[in-house]
Every structure is written in C-alpha cells, then in structure tokens.
C-alpha cells in the first residue's frame, strides 16, 4: 500500500469522475485504474463498484474513506514539518481576517510561531467580511481564513478554533425605554451595524429575524473590533463579543440587555483544492498548536 494509491483513491472519491480525478492528479486515466486496482489488492476489498462501466463507491469504500483521507492530511502534515525544519517554505502567506480585536484573533501568537518556525515566510493579512472572505477562499484569491459564521461555509474545508458569543449592548441613555420592554422596543432603537456580509451583519440579522424583526440601523461601520467605544459614546445599541460587553456593563459605560445572545464560531478555512499545499498545512498545524496552548493555559 503507497500514499500515490491512497491519493488516487480519494480524487476519484471525491470527485466522483475518473477523468477528472486523472487530470487533477496530472495522470493517465489507465495509472490511476491501476493505482486503484493496487491498492484494492493490497486492502483485500473492492472500493468501487463497476457496474455499467462507472464507478462508484462500494460499501467498503465508503467506510475506508474517512480514514484516506486522514492519512493523507497526516503525511502532508510531515512533510511540511519536516520542510520547515529544512527551511524549505518560502513566500508569501496571505491570510483573511474578519474585523475583530487582533488579541482575540491571536494574530500575534500566530505571526510568532510563523516567524520562528518559517522564517522565510511572509505572512500577509486582510481584513475582510465573512461573505468575502469565504469568496475569495473558494475563488482562491486568499490561500485561506480566519473566518466567524454561524455555520462552516459551504464547499470549503473548515476547522473550528472557538466558539463565540455576542451579546446586545444598550447605550446608558437609552436603556431605561428598553428595561421593560421587548424584542420590539429593542429592534426601534437606533443600531450599529457591520457592512453586509459581515459576521455582525449576519448574526444580528438572525437574531431579529426569529423575532419577525428587523433592527432600525443607522450606521454600518466596518471597524468592529472597536465598536464598544461607539456604543459607549451613545451612537447607538450593538452586537459585542460577550467578554467586552460584561466588562464594559461592569464599568458602567453601557448595558448588556437581558440575556440575548447570537452564537458563532470562529474557524480557520481552506479551500480543498489548496488544503494539501505545505504552506498551508503547516499553518493549520500552528494554529491548531497556537489555541490548543492558550486553552491549556485557561
């Protein structure tokens, strides 16, 4: 059993055509019949059926599949390591980034870990909408993301790094009409919001949306990651990550109404086409590293 066995496996599983599994993988159709035949052989299973001259995944295949292809993540993970060790990686990394406090993102820690260990890598970062950033992933404009949705963007690969909670921050001069109101009192007060597209956009939409609601907003500001301060100044109400909202009710700059919330999740994504490339295999790998030690240390 090779790894060029198990590459041809999962292309044609994935694509589910074996010319195009052929021309992705820069062969003839007749080697990757053959690398298929191998590893069958190998395995002791057929891993596709061949009924009517197409293939398709046999039940054996379908439970090997899964295990493929985490044997493939594992070996492009070695090899980029050990190029990294080499200092064999080089080049520009660009990388999207939602509009969110560097801290949070762990951007530094993250540009840290790349400057020791790929010291010939250049990384490269955008601030961008949630809608953009997973567009310019898919159309591989970004190499990849650092993303916040509600749900993994569809057709790229995504890897959950934390989960996220928003909660409404009221300004102090408006709280008092909203103490004892509703959902509707709150959806009347002026709103700041994210350009569309954005996580903030997205999530506060939702929010008032299983309400039958739309928020009466009168500013769409790109900059979240400092928002509090305009909610603070009495702009008007927001969607704020849960720990600046409590901090900043606790000292009295404005209030977090009643228990409100909007989930999501922050993530790295990758579009599939350019999963395997070492670059980008090693920096999943330090960001996997990167969160895992920060939450070690919580």
Request: charge should be neutral; proline fraction near 4%; aromatic fraction near 4%.
């Amino acid at each position: 059993m090779e790894i060029y066995q198990i590459r041809a496996f999962v292309k044609v599983a994935r694509l589910g055509n074996l010319t195009r599994a052929a021309e992705s993988l820069s062969l003839t159709q007749p080697a990757v019949t053959a690398q298929i035949k191998a590893l069958e052989q190998s395995l002791g299973v057929a891993l596709f059926d061949r009924a009517g001259g197409r293939l398709t995944l046999a039940r054996a295949g379908e439970a090997l599949l899964v295990t493929a292809e985490a044997l493939l993540a594992q070996g492009n993970q070695l090899k980029a390591e050990a190029q990294a060790l080499q200092g064999a990686l080089h080049g520009v990394l660009e990388l999207g980034v939602p509009s969110e406090q560097p801290d949070f993102l762990r951007l530094g820690e993250l540009a840290s870990r790349v400057t020791r260990h790929l010291p010939l890598v250049e990384l490269q970062t955008y601030v961008l909408a949630t809608g953009a950033l997973a567009e310019q992933v898919g159309s591989g404009k970004l190499a990849a993301a650092l993303t916040i949705a509600a749900n993994p963007p569809r057709g790229l690969q995504w890897m959950p790094l934390r989960s996220v909670r928003y909660r409404v921050a009221v300004p102090n001069d408006l709280a008092d009409g909203v103490k004892k109101g509703g959902w509707q009192e709150l959806a009347q007060l002026p709103w700041l919001d994210g350009p569309a597209g954005s996580h903030t956009h997205l999530l506060l939409r939702d929010m008032f949306e299983r309400h039958g609601l739309r928020p009466r907003v009168v500013m769409q500001n790109d900059d979240h990651a400092n928002l509090n301060a305009m909610v603070r100044a009495g702009a008007g109400c927001a969607l704020l990550r849960e720990e600046i909202a409590l901090m900043g009710s606790a000292a009295g700059d404005f209030v977090v109404w009643g228990s409100a919330k909007a989930d999501g999740t922050l993530g790295f994504i990758v579009s599939p086409e350019r999963a395997g490339e070492p670059m980008l295999v090693a920096l999943a790998s330090m960001l996997q590293r990167t969160w895992a030690a920060l939450q070690s240390k919580e």
